[in-house]
């Protein structure tokens, strides 16, 4: 668990305030706002926008791949790893492939190749 001020310390947050102060803060921002430039605040919002329009689809891929992750075999090694206090063994490396040492003395995978996207 994170705490506020220790979101607002790493840079998670703009900033941490108790509950009793918070739409005091909210009110100043909105007063900046509404006394600030206008246009300035405007292009600014719609540039913001635009790249968001942008990036918007590369999050949901993102967050598209990160629930496969979390439905996979590596997501169940991560938590025996934990639990047990020792080096994951994730069944999605290299490492955990078998594999076979040709007569030239050339290791070679058996199965699936890895993606190494």
């Known amino acids: 668990m994170l705490t506020g001020t220790e979101a607002e310390r790493i840079g998670m947050v703009t900033k941490a305030l108790p509950r009793d102060k918070v ?12 006394t600030g430039s206008q246009l300035a605040i405007r292009w600014t919002k719609r540039a913001l926008n635009n790249w968001l329009k942008t990036a918007g689809p ?23 790893a934990l639990r047990e206090k020792r080096p994951p063994r994730f069944p999605s490396t290299v490492q955990s492939i078998p594999r076979e040492v040709s007569k030239s003395g050339e290791e070679r995978n058996q199965g699936r190749e890895q993606d190494g996207g």
């Open 58 to 80: 590369i999050f949901d891929q993102s967050a598209a791949y990160e629930m496969l992750c979390f439905m996979g075999p590596d997501v169940v090694e991560g938590v025996a």
């Open 23 to 34: 739409l005091e803060e909210a009110l100043e921002i909105a007063e900046t706002l509404a």
